[in-house]
Protein backbone atom coordinates (compact mmCIF):
# COMPACT_ATOMS: atom_id res chain seq x y z
CA UNK A 1 0.00 0.00 0.00
CA UNK A 2 1.41 3.62 -0.69
CA UNK A 3 0.09 7.02 0.55
CA UNK A 4 0.80 9.23 -2.21
CA UNK A 5 -1.45 12.24 -0.61
CA UNK A 6 -3.39 12.70 2.33
CA UNK A 7 -6.48 11.67 0.68
CA UNK A 8 -5.83 9.13 -1.78
CA UNK A 9 -4.19 5.43 -1.05
CA UNK A 10 -3.33 3.26 -3.92
CA UNK A 11 -3.35 -0.63 -3.26
CA UNK A 12 -1.48 -2.72 -6.13
CA UNK A 13 -2.77 -6.43 -6.91
CA UNK A 14 -1.75 -8.32 -9.63
CA UNK A 15 -1.55 -12.54 -10.30
CA UNK A 16 2.12 -12.48 -12.05
CA UNK A 17 2.96 -8.34 -11.36
CA UNK A 18 6.99 -8.44 -13.24
CA UNK A 19 7.01 -4.83 -12.54
CA UNK A 20 5.52 -1.94 -10.52
CA UNK A 21 6.09 1.51 -10.85
CA UNK A 22 4.23 4.51 -9.75
CA UNK A 23 3.07 7.37 -12.82
CA UNK A 24 3.39 10.84 -12.61
CA UNK A 25 -0.36 11.42 -11.26
CA UNK A 26 -0.36 8.95 -8.97
CA UNK A 27 -2.15 5.70 -10.33
CA UNK A 28 -0.31 2.69 -10.88
CA UNK A 29 1.44 1.57 -13.94
CA UNK A 30 1.43 -2.24 -14.02
CA UNK A 31 3.39 -4.74 -16.92
CA UNK A 32 0.97 -7.33 -16.94
CA UNK A 33 -2.03 -7.68 -18.84
CA UNK A 34 -5.03 -8.46 -16.43
CA UNK A 35 -4.12 -6.63 -13.60
CA UNK A 36 -5.94 -4.09 -10.98
CA UNK A 37 -5.76 -0.15 -10.18
CA UNK A 38 -7.41 0.19 -7.07
CA UNK A 39 -8.58 3.79 -6.14
CA UNK A 40 -8.87 3.29 -2.28
CA UNK A 41 -10.38 4.68 -0.86
CA UNK A 42 -12.86 5.72 -3.63
CA UNK A 43 -15.33 3.52 -5.32
CA UNK A 44 -16.61 3.34 -8.64
CA UNK A 45 -19.56 2.50 -10.75
CA UNK A 46 -18.94 3.42 -14.14
CA UNK A 47 -15.73 3.62 -16.79
CA UNK A 48 -16.86 4.68 -20.25
CA UNK A 49 -14.11 4.12 -23.62
CA UNK A 50 -12.45 7.13 -25.26
CA UNK A 51 -13.95 6.42 -28.42
CA UNK A 52 -12.41 10.25 -29.95
CA UNK A 53 -8.84 8.55 -29.34
CA UNK A 54 -8.32 6.54 -32.65
CA UNK A 55 -4.55 5.88 -31.41
CA UNK A 56 -5.00 4.41 -27.90
CA UNK A 57 -6.90 1.90 -25.93
CA UNK A 58 -8.36 4.76 -23.30
CA UNK A 59 -11.30 4.77 -20.72
CA UNK A 60 -12.86 7.38 -18.49
CA UNK A 61 -13.31 5.62 -14.74
CA UNK A 62 -15.10 8.10 -11.91
CA UNK A 63 -15.42 7.78 -8.89
CA UNK A 64 -18.27 7.56 -5.95
CA UNK A 65 -17.09 8.91 -2.88
CA UNK A 66 -19.21 10.58 -0.39
CA UNK A 67 -16.14 11.38 1.90
CA UNK A 68 -13.04 12.80 -0.18
CA UNK A 69 -13.38 14.86 -3.55
CA UNK A 70 -14.24 12.64 -6.34
CA UNK A 71 -12.04 12.50 -9.48
CA UNK A 72 -11.68 11.23 -13.02
CA UNK A 73 -9.01 8.83 -14.42
CA UNK A 74 -7.83 8.49 -17.54
CA UNK A 75 -6.35 5.05 -18.17
CA UNK A 76 -4.46 4.17 -21.39
CA UNK A 77 -3.11 0.60 -22.01
CA UNK A 78 0.36 0.00 -23.20
CA UNK A 79 1.62 0.12 -26.59
CA UNK A 80 2.67 -3.25 -25.62
CA UNK A 81 -0.67 -4.63 -23.81
CA UNK A 82 0.71 -4.82 -20.58
CA UNK A 83 1.17 -1.60 -19.03
CA UNK A 84 -1.90 0.26 -17.46
CA UNK A 85 -0.88 4.38 -17.27
CA UNK A 86 -2.91 7.03 -15.79
CA UNK A 87 -2.87 9.48 -18.46
CA UNK A 88 -4.47 12.13 -16.42
CA UNK A 89 -6.36 12.76 -12.63
CA UNK A 90 -8.97 15.67 -12.46
CA UNK A 91 -11.03 16.39 -9.40
CA UNK A 92 -14.67 16.63 -9.87
CA UNK A 93 -16.81 17.26 -6.51
CA UNK A 94 -19.23 15.45 -6.79
CA UNK A 95 -20.27 11.77 -6.74
CA UNK A 96 -19.89 10.38 -10.44
CA UNK A 97 -22.99 8.13 -11.10
CA UNK A 98 -22.89 7.58 -15.03
CA UNK A 99 -20.04 8.43 -17.34
CA UNK A 100 -19.93 9.26 -20.93
CA UNK A 101 -16.97 10.18 -23.14
CA UNK A 102 -17.49 12.63 -26.03
CA UNK A 103 -17.40 10.24 -29.64
CA UNK A 104 -15.67 13.43 -30.83
CA UNK A 105 -13.49 15.07 -28.74
CA UNK A 106 -11.33 13.82 -26.19
CA UNK A 107 -11.41 16.22 -23.78
CA UNK A 108 -15.41 16.58 -23.20
CA UNK A 109 -17.12 13.88 -21.19
CA UNK A 110 -20.33 14.05 -19.56
CA UNK A 111 -21.64 12.63 -16.28
CA UNK A 112 -24.35 11.91 -14.00
CA UNK A 113 -23.24 13.31 -10.52
CA UNK A 114 -25.22 13.52 -7.24
CA UNK A 115 -24.95 16.47 -4.49
CA UNK A 116 -27.03 16.64 -0.98
CA UNK A 117 -29.35 14.06 -2.66
CA UNK A 118 -30.30 15.97 -5.67
CA UNK A 119 -28.32 14.64 -9.00
CA UNK A 120 -27.69 16.83 -11.89
CA UNK A 121 -25.82 15.64 -15.09
CA UNK A 122 -23.50 18.47 -17.65
CA UNK A 123 -20.76 17.83 -19.74
CA UNK A 124 -16.78 18.67 -18.54
CA UNK A 125 -13.93 19.86 -20.09
CA UNK A 126 -10.53 18.49 -19.10
CA UNK A 127 -8.20 21.48 -18.39
CA UNK A 128 -4.78 21.57 -20.58
CA UNK A 129 -1.96 20.97 -18.44
CA UNK A 130 0.08 24.22 -17.25
CA UNK A 131 3.48 22.47 -16.99
CA UNK A 132 3.40 21.20 -13.26
CA UNK A 133 1.82 17.57 -13.84
CA UNK A 134 1.98 17.32 -10.41
CA UNK A 135 -0.71 19.89 -10.01
CA UNK A 136 -4.50 18.17 -9.88
CA UNK A 137 -6.44 20.03 -11.77
CA UNK A 138 -10.49 20.20 -11.36
CA UNK A 139 -12.63 19.31 -14.76
CA UNK A 140 -14.72 22.06 -16.40
CA UNK A 141 -18.09 22.94 -16.47
CA UNK A 142 -18.81 22.98 -20.18
CA UNK A 143 -22.53 22.65 -20.29
CA UNK A 144 -25.22 22.30 -17.80
CA UNK A 145 -28.70 20.84 -17.65
CA UNK A 146 -29.26 22.47 -14.07
CA UNK A 147 -32.31 24.23 -15.22
CA UNK A 148 -34.52 21.14 -15.14
CA UNK A 149 -34.87 19.46 -11.76
CA UNK A 150 -35.01 15.62 -12.44
CA UNK A 151 -33.62 12.17 -11.29
CA UNK A 152 -31.28 11.69 -13.51
CA UNK A 153 -29.69 8.00 -14.99
CA UNK A 154 -27.22 8.75 -17.70
CA UNK A 155 -26.80 10.98 -20.09
CA UNK A 156 -26.49 9.94 -24.12
CA UNK A 157 -24.24 11.43 -26.99
CA UNK A 158 -25.63 11.39 -30.68
CA UNK A 159 -24.02 8.49 -32.15
CA UNK A 160 -22.49 9.14 -34.50
CA UNK A 161 -20.31 12.49 -36.16
CA UNK A 162 -19.34 15.65 -34.52
CA UNK A 163 -22.94 16.72 -33.22
CA UNK A 164 -23.41 19.12 -30.55
CA UNK A 165 -27.03 17.72 -29.10
CA UNK A 166 -27.08 14.60 -26.22
CA UNK A 167 -29.84 13.31 -25.11
CA UNK A 168 -30.43 13.23 -20.65
CA UNK A 169 -32.73 9.93 -19.06
CA UNK A 170 -34.27 11.10 -15.84
CA UNK A 171 -36.74 8.78 -14.11
CA UNK A 172 -39.87 11.04 -15.28
CA UNK A 173 -38.72 12.10 -18.78
CA UNK A 174 -36.19 12.28 -21.81
CA UNK A 175 -34.31 15.31 -22.72
CA UNK A 176 -33.09 16.14 -25.83
CA UNK A 177 -30.61 19.22 -25.25
CA UNK A 178 -27.71 21.34 -27.32
CA UNK A 179 -24.05 20.77 -25.38
CA UNK A 180 -23.72 24.61 -27.72
CA UNK A 181 -26.89 26.29 -26.58
CA UNK A 182 -28.11 24.23 -23.39
CA UNK A 183 -31.40 26.41 -23.39
CA UNK A 184 -32.83 24.67 -26.70
CA UNK A 185 -34.12 21.61 -25.72
CA UNK A 186 -36.60 19.15 -25.93
CA UNK A 187 -38.18 16.89 -24.03
CA UNK A 188 -40.43 13.91 -23.83
CA UNK A 189 -42.06 12.47 -21.03
CA UNK A 190 -42.38 8.91 -19.55
CA UNK A 191 -45.79 9.40 -18.24
CA UNK A 192 -47.39 7.56 -15.07
CA UNK A 193 -46.00 5.94 -12.64
CA UNK A 194 -43.09 4.88 -15.31
CA UNK A 195 -39.57 5.66 -13.78
CA UNK A 196 -36.95 5.49 -16.60
CA UNK A 197 -33.69 3.42 -15.31
CA UNK A 198 -31.54 3.63 -18.36
CA UNK A 199 -31.50 4.69 -22.27
CA UNK A 200 -29.69 3.80 -25.47
CA UNK A 201 -29.41 5.84 -28.72
CA UNK A 202 -29.71 4.01 -32.07
CA UNK A 203 -26.63 4.07 -34.27
CA UNK A 204 -28.42 3.24 -36.90
CA UNK A 205 -32.16 5.35 -36.46
CA UNK A 206 -30.86 8.62 -34.93
CA UNK A 207 -34.18 9.36 -34.30
CA UNK A 208 -34.79 6.32 -31.74
CA UNK A 209 -34.19 6.33 -28.42
CA UNK A 210 -34.36 2.86 -26.30
CA UNK A 211 -35.07 2.99 -22.76
CA UNK A 212 -35.84 0.81 -19.89
CA UNK A 213 -38.57 1.50 -17.45
CA UNK A 214 -39.21 -1.26 -14.77
CA UNK A 215 -38.96 -4.27 -16.74
CA UNK A 216 -40.37 -3.58 -20.06
CA UNK A 217 -38.04 -1.52 -22.58
CA UNK A 218 -39.85 1.34 -24.22
CA UNK A 219 -38.50 3.17 -27.82
CA UNK A 220 -38.98 7.13 -28.21
CA UNK A 221 -39.48 8.84 -31.89
CA UNK A 222 -37.41 11.88 -31.05
CA UNK A 223 -38.88 14.38 -34.07
CA UNK A 224 -42.51 14.21 -31.99
CA UNK A 225 -41.04 13.09 -28.67
CA UNK A 226 -43.64 10.28 -28.16
CA UNK A 227 -43.22 6.64 -27.58
CA UNK A 228 -43.42 4.21 -30.68
CA UNK A 229 -42.41 0.33 -30.29
CA UNK A 230 -42.78 -1.28 -26.71
CA UNK A 231 -41.59 -4.20 -25.00
CA UNK A 232 -43.81 -5.44 -22.05
CA UNK A 233 -41.75 -7.08 -19.23
CA UNK A 234 -38.76 -7.65 -21.02
CA UNK A 235 -37.39 -9.14 -17.80
CA UNK A 236 -39.42 -10.10 -14.85
CA UNK A 237 -37.74 -8.04 -12.28
CA UNK A 238 -36.01 -4.46 -13.31
CA UNK A 239 -34.40 -4.09 -16.69
CA UNK A 240 -30.64 -2.40 -15.55
CA UNK A 241 -29.13 -2.37 -19.20
CA UNK A 242 -29.76 -1.95 -22.79
CA UNK A 243 -27.72 -1.98 -25.78
CA UNK A 244 -27.95 -1.32 -29.38
CA UNK A 245 -26.28 -3.89 -32.14
CA UNK A 246 -23.72 -1.87 -33.92
CA UNK A 247 -23.79 -3.91 -36.75
CA UNK A 248 -27.59 -4.90 -37.28
CA UNK A 249 -30.89 -2.79 -37.42
CA UNK A 250 -33.41 -3.06 -35.00
CA UNK A 251 -31.75 -5.82 -32.82
CA UNK A 252 -30.90 -4.91 -28.84
CA UNK A 253 -29.91 -6.86 -25.90
CA UNK A 254 -30.85 -6.43 -22.49
CA UNK A 255 -30.34 -7.09 -18.61
CA UNK A 256 -32.27 -7.50 -15.78
CA UNK A 257 -32.59 -8.00 -11.90
CA UNK A 258 -33.76 -11.57 -12.75
CA UNK A 259 -30.10 -12.44 -14.44
CA UNK A 260 -31.06 -13.17 -17.92
CA UNK A 261 -29.15 -11.62 -20.99
CA UNK A 262 -31.88 -11.46 -23.86
CA UNK A 263 -31.57 -10.13 -27.84
CA UNK A 264 -34.38 -8.81 -29.00
CA UNK A 265 -35.66 -8.22 -32.61
CA UNK A 266 -37.99 -4.28 -32.19
CA UNK A 267 -39.96 -5.72 -35.19
CA UNK A 268 -41.04 -8.95 -33.66
CA UNK A 269 -40.92 -7.40 -29.64
CA UNK A 270 -43.42 -10.27 -28.70
CA UNK A 271 -40.45 -12.55 -27.68
CA UNK A 272 -36.70 -12.65 -27.18
CA UNK A 273 -34.57 -14.10 -30.31
CA UNK A 274 -31.97 -15.51 -27.35
CA UNK A 275 -32.03 -15.82 -23.76
CA UNK A 276 -28.66 -16.12 -21.99
CA UNK A 277 -28.56 -16.85 -18.38
CA UNK A 278 -26.30 -14.05 -17.48
CA UNK A 279 -25.18 -14.21 -13.78
CA UNK A 280 -25.78 -16.02 -10.63
CA UNK A 281 -27.50 -12.71 -9.16
CA UNK A 282 -28.10 -9.45 -10.95
CA UNK A 283 -26.95 -8.38 -14.82
CA UNK A 284 -26.68 -4.78 -14.49
CA UNK A 285 -24.65 -4.36 -17.63
CA UNK A 286 -24.15 -5.88 -21.31
CA UNK A 287 -22.05 -4.78 -24.47
CA UNK A 288 -22.01 -5.47 -28.14
CA UNK A 289 -18.62 -6.00 -29.53
CA UNK A 290 -18.26 -2.47 -31.96
CA UNK A 291 -16.73 -4.75 -34.90
CA UNK A 292 -17.83 -8.13 -34.21
CA UNK A 293 -21.61 -8.56 -33.46
CA UNK A 294 -21.94 -12.24 -32.36
CA UNK A 295 -19.66 -11.29 -28.91
CA UNK A 296 -20.98 -9.32 -26.28
CA UNK A 297 -19.87 -9.24 -22.67
CA UNK A 298 -22.19 -8.68 -20.19
CA UNK A 299 -21.52 -8.29 -16.12
CA UNK A 300 -23.50 -8.65 -12.36
CA UNK A 301 -23.41 -7.93 -8.65
CA UNK A 302 -21.85 -11.41 -8.39
CA UNK A 303 -18.24 -9.82 -9.17
CA UNK A 304 -18.27 -11.22 -12.81
CA UNK A 305 -17.84 -10.43 -16.11
CA UNK A 306 -19.15 -13.01 -18.60
CA UNK A 307 -17.99 -12.97 -22.35
CA UNK A 308 -20.51 -14.46 -24.93
CA UNK A 309 -20.67 -15.91 -28.56
CA UNK A 310 -24.39 -15.29 -29.74
CA UNK A 311 -25.17 -16.68 -32.99
CA UNK A 312 -27.03 -15.40 -35.42
CA UNK A 313 -28.14 -16.64 -38.89
CA UNK A 314 -27.16 -13.82 -40.73
CA UNK A 315 -23.64 -12.54 -38.92
CA UNK A 316 -22.21 -9.60 -41.28
CA UNK A 317 -18.81 -9.57 -39.50
CA UNK A 318 -17.24 -12.78 -37.43
CA UNK A 319 -14.27 -12.76 -35.61
CA UNK A 320 -11.57 -14.81 -37.13
CA UNK A 321 -10.05 -17.65 -34.68
CA UNK A 322 -13.64 -18.98 -33.88
CA UNK A 323 -14.92 -22.47 -34.48
CA UNK A 324 -18.20 -21.85 -36.63
CA UNK A 325 -21.84 -23.82 -36.28
CA UNK A 326 -21.29 -23.50 -32.40
CA UNK A 327 -24.84 -22.44 -30.67
CA UNK A 328 -24.89 -19.60 -27.92
CA UNK A 329 -22.06 -20.22 -25.82
CA UNK A 330 -20.31 -18.46 -22.76
CA UNK A 331 -16.72 -18.30 -23.94
CA UNK A 332 -14.92 -17.16 -20.92
CA UNK A 333 -16.01 -15.87 -17.30
CA UNK A 334 -13.53 -13.83 -15.65
CA UNK A 335 -13.88 -13.19 -11.64
CA UNK A 336 -10.90 -11.57 -10.83
CA UNK A 337 -13.10 -8.88 -9.16
CA UNK A 338 -13.88 -8.55 -5.67
CA UNK A 339 -17.32 -6.61 -5.70
CA UNK A 340 -20.20 -5.95 -8.09
CA UNK A 341 -18.75 -5.21 -11.62
CA UNK A 342 -21.06 -2.13 -12.41
CA UNK A 343 -19.29 -0.62 -15.24
CA UNK A 344 -17.38 -2.47 -18.72
CA UNK A 345 -16.26 -0.86 -21.97
CA UNK A 346 -15.12 -2.38 -25.03
CA UNK A 347 -11.96 -0.86 -26.26
CA UNK A 348 -12.64 1.87 -29.41
CA UNK A 349 -9.15 1.09 -30.92
CA UNK A 350 -9.08 -3.09 -30.29
CA UNK A 351 -12.03 -4.75 -30.33
CA UNK A 352 -10.22 -7.54 -28.38
CA UNK A 353 -9.78 -5.05 -25.47
CA UNK A 354 -12.39 -4.39 -22.60
CA UNK A 355 -12.35 -2.82 -19.14
CA UNK A 356 -14.58 -3.10 -16.11
CA UNK A 357 -14.38 -1.53 -12.91
CA UNK A 358 -16.17 -3.15 -9.80
CA UNK A 359 -17.61 -1.44 -7.05
CA UNK A 360 -14.30 -1.53 -4.90
CA UNK A 361 -12.45 0.89 -7.71
CA UNK A 362 -10.81 -2.04 -9.06
CA UNK A 363 -10.32 -1.66 -12.87
CA UNK A 364 -9.14 -4.70 -14.77
CA UNK A 365 -8.49 -4.96 -18.49
CA UNK A 366 -8.74 -8.22 -20.53
CA UNK A 367 -8.83 -10.13 -22.20
CA UNK A 368 -5.58 -12.37 -21.45
CA UNK A 369 -3.10 -12.19 -24.29
Known sequence: MFTLRPRVMLVIIAIMSMYVGICHSGVILITYFEAY?????????????????????????????LRYENEVHVLQLGENSSELVCQGLYTHRDEIWDIAACPFNTSLFSTVYSRAGETGTAVWKIPESRGNKSVVLPVEVAASLSSVPQQWKCTLWWPSGQHPQVASIGTEKIVLWNVEFPQNMSQASAGGSNHLEVGSWDPHDFNNIATASEGS?????????????????????????????????????????????????????SSPLHNLLGHHHWTVRVKYNPKYEELILSSGTDAVVNLWRVIDGSLTKSPSGLPRGLEDSLLRSYTEHEDSVYGIAWSALDPWVFASVDYDGRVSIGPEH
Open 37 to 65: AVFAPFQARCISAQTADRENNRWLVGTLS
Open 217 to 269: IQCWDLRTMSSSTKIDQAHVLQTRHIDFNPQKKHLIATAGDDSWIRIWDLRKP
